[in-house]
């Protein structure tokens, strides 16, 4: 029988209450909200907080809302309501291709957004999405409220720029061609379009490799792309080399395929379990070209 | 610490460490040995019960976080004394070898027939696609809930206060 080491648990209702509790408990104390990446971690003694401050109340955190032109994904929005999310599938459909295909059905009621991105797994499959579309990252301290980059989010495997101390609050990704600005500078609007492409072993797995492809066109070029990679060690699941190669481009099947072969020599897959480092990097750059592919399909539908 | 859990609609009260995992909680405090423990690491959804009326793997909470919430067992699908239609699904079409995975199975088809009465083949397999089955009983699984989608309960007629 597999049983976490003794902690202390506390129970928040705000973000306010939360900041106070992490204060208090120090560097040992840890948040949690599904679980489900750290309580396995705490039955293998993998971690072992001493205090662990619950956050699953705290409402505040629980929402999916457009707001100055941005889409904010709250840190505690459960896997299967940012799937289930009309407003989110209708700007980015990226979030619900790579959600379709995030652990199962039951994990996915439980585990959250924020605890995903937090655990920073480095084969973890909305760090490449959100990379992807050039998302921040809204984390809170005891000083006060910071906005980063995700591609500055993530220091390494498992690791983030979250302090002891500070929790993350939302994810927010600009609407480009909405209210708030940020269109091209023509004044028009950008056609946008996204997609997320996963191999894995089994259905639930992590992936061997995932790509995600986010597209801003404007008279009929690419005025702007985001390629997000995972478990292929890409630096921070991005693949701004290929980013290159798109952006001031016409889409053509010639340019995603060069993306994609871009994208496959910039990362660094390692061999393991799931499958040789070779059949990895050639995966990286087959599901690039296919994510753009269809992520530009949806941009003119 | 003092926890109470609504657990098939009956207030629970009870001590207990804060690291019990909800699946010893409900088997080895309230005796509800319907939820099957399994693997331990949220793989095979044996433990499957509704917290809050969604389906979670319960060796991965804390009876603790299921304080002042309500979780329902496979003890809590037959209504006074009718088997749900899942679970005559799985007797009917002979859904279960060993049985261990059974009650998982049962209440997470239950919940998909509640959002989807009329699920296809492929939405069933997608439901359970977090759940496993080690006698490789799936087909028969699969038609258990199709037999319970064609054959609902019948429902209560509506009693005007």
Not at chain 1, 125 to 148: M, N
Not at chain 1, 267 to 292: I, V
Not at chain 2, 11 to 29: G, I, S
Not at chain 2, 38 to 45: A, L, V
Request: proline residues 6%; glycine residues 10%.
């Amino acid at each position: 029988m597999q049983v976490p080491a003794n902690f202390e648990y506390e129970k928040a209702t705000t973000v306010e209450e939360t900041l106070a509790l992490l204060a208090r408990h120090g560097d040992e104390a840890r948040v949690v909200a599904g679980g489900h990446s750290l309580l396995p971690m705490m039955k293998l003694r993998l971690a072992q907080p001493e205090a662990l401050i619950d956050i699953n109340d705290v409402a505040e955190l629980a929402r999916i809302r457009i707001e100055g032109g941005m889409l904010c994904v709250g840190a505690l929005v459960r896997h299967a309501e940012l799937l289930d999310s009309p407003v989110a599938g209708e700007h980015f459909p990226i979030l619900h291709d790579a959600e379709r295909v995030i652990a199962d059905p039951v994990v996915r009621n439980r585990g959250t957004v924020g605890g995903s991105l937090c655990q920073a797994d480095p084969s973890e499959d909305l760090s490449a999405a959100f990379g992807a579309l050039k998302a921040s990252a809204v984390i809170r301290g005891p000083d006060g409220e910071r906005t980063v980059s995700l591609r500055e989010f993530h220091t390494g495997p498992y690791e983030t720029v979250v302090e002891p101390g500070e929790l993350l609050i939302e994810l927010r990704i600009p609407i480009r061609p909405g209210v708030g600005g940020g269109g091209p500078p023509s004044g028009g609007r950008y056609q946008h379009g996204s997609a997320y492409e996963k191999v894995e072993r089994r259905v639930g797995d992590w992936p061997l490799a995932a790509a995600g492809a986010a597209l801003w066109l404007e008279g009929g070029r690419i005025a702007d792309a985001g390629i997000g990679l995972t478990a292929v060690r890409a630096e921070h699941f991005v693949a701004p080399e290929a980013e290159e190669v798109l952006r001031g481009a016409v889409p053509s099947e010639e340019v995603f395929a060069e993306a994609g072969r871009v994208a496959a020599e910039h990362c660094d897959p390692g061999s393991d379990q799931r499958g040789p480092a070779d059949y990895k990097r050639h995966l990286a750059g087959e599901l690039t070209t296919r994510a753009l592919r269809r992520a530009y399909g949806r941009s003119q539908a | 610490m003092n926890i109470t859990v609504t657990v098939n609609g009956q207030p629970c009260t009870r001590d207990v460490e804060p690291r019990l995992l909800l699946v010893h909680f409900l088997r080895d405090e309230l005796d509800l040995t319907g939820t099957h423990w399994g693997c331990d690491t949220s793989n095979c959804g044996a433990c499957v019960v509704w917290l809050d009326d969604v389906p979670v793997k319960s060796c991965t909470v804390l009876a603790v976080m299921a304080s002042g919430r309500e979780v329902r067992t496979v003890e809590g699908l037959e209504r006074d004394g009718e088997l749900d239609p899942v679970q005559k699904g799985f007797s009917e079409c002979h859904g279960l070898q060993c049985g261990f995975c059974t009650p998982g199975m049962m209440m997470t088809s239950r919940w998909l027939l509640d959002r989807s009465p009329d699920p296809t083949e492929a939405e069933i397999r997608e439901a359970l696609s977090g759940q496993i089955c080690r006698c490789t009983g799936y087909e028969n699984i699969v038609r258990s809930v199709r037999w319970a989608a064609e054959h609902p309960a019948e429902k209560p007629e509506e009693v005007t206060p």
